[in-house]
């Protein structure tokens, strides 16, 4: 299904689609996804899972690091398929009760439970202020992440992935950690 959308674009994706691609009649599409927006849910979910095994997103030891989060955000494009997929079903979710809605939640809840790990650790680390509540910054950094996507659609020689990583050190605290200890205020590390 990921290879349809790379192909023709999460727009042209239909249940027939499906269907004529795999060689199955339409009624067992329509059996596994009753409708096209729940075909666009399996297809990004199906995304997710491939970009957070790739990713190691669940590895326990997995450590933030600004310069790569900037490097995984400049690979990514406005015009690509997967990250229009990813726009088209947060469009669906805006819509109550679909499974796009359910989905959404369901990412942004992984998302946020995923950066605030490894914002734990970089305050284990002594890379990000200890005061600083890990769950509203890993919100904090998803919002900031959405908001860039949209700066650099209409602006692409943003460099949104400097932006963000700035972004990421100064709501962690790190500049100010960093600063710190460049005047050597900083006695312990944490």
């Given at each position: 299904?990921?290879?349809?959308?790379?192909?023709?674009?999460?727009?042209?994706?239909?249940?027939?689609?499906?269907?004529?691609?795999?060689?199955?009649?339409?009624?067992?599409?329509?059996?596994?996804?009753?409708?096209?927006?729940?075909?666009?849910?399996?297809?990004?979910?199906?995304?997710?899972?491939?970009?957070?095994?790739?990713?190691?997103?669940?590895?326990?030891?997995?450590?933030?690091?600004?310069?790569?989060?900037?490097?995984?955000?400049?690979?990514?494009?406005?015009?690509?398929?997967?990250?229009?997929?990813?726009?088209?079903?947060?469009?669906?979710?805006?819509?109550?009760?679909?499974?796009?809605?359910?989905?959404?939640?369901?990412?942004?809840?992984?998302?946020?439970?995923?950066?605030?790990?490894?914002?734990?650790?970089?305050?284990?680390?002594?890379?990000?202020?200890?005061?600083?509540?890990?769950?509203?910054?890993?919100?904090?950094?998803?919002?900031?992440?959405?908001?860039l996507a949209s700066v650099f659609a209409d602006d692409p020689e943003a460099d949104a992935g400097r932006l963000l990583a700035e972004g990421v050190r100064r709501l962690s605290g790190e500049s100010w950690i960093t600063l710190q200890r460049a005047i050597g205020r900083v006695?312990?590390?944490?």
């Amino acid at each position: 299904m990921l290879q349809l959308v790379d192909e023709i674009g999460p727009e042209s994706l239909t249940t027939s689609e499906v269907a004529l691609r795999s060689k199955t009649p339409e009624t067992t599409v329509l059996y596994h996804f009753p409708s096209r927006d729940d075909l666009l849910v399996a297809a990004l979910e199906l995304a997710d899972e491939q970009n957070a095994e790739a990713s190691h997103l669940d590895d326990p030891d997995l450590r933030l690091d600004p310069g790569e989060l900037a490097r995984v955000y400049r690979s990514g494009s406005p015009a690509d398929p997967r990250s229009r997929l990813g726009q088209l079903v947060r469009g669906i979710a805006a819509t109550p009760g679909t499974s796009a809605a359910a989905y959404v939640r369901r990412r942004v809840n992984r998302q946020v439970a995923v950066f605030a790990r490894m914002f734990d650790q970089r305050k284990r680390d002594g890379l990000a202020h200890p005061d600083v509540d890990s769950i509203d910054l890993a919100r904090q950094t998803i919002a900031l992440w959405e908001g860039l996507a949209s700066v650099f659609a209409d602006d692409p020689e943003a460099d949104a992935g400097r932006l963000l990583a700035e972004g990421v050190r100064r709501l962690s605290g790190e500049s100010w950690i960093t600063l710190q200890r460049a005047i050597g205020r900083v006695e312990r590390n944490f």
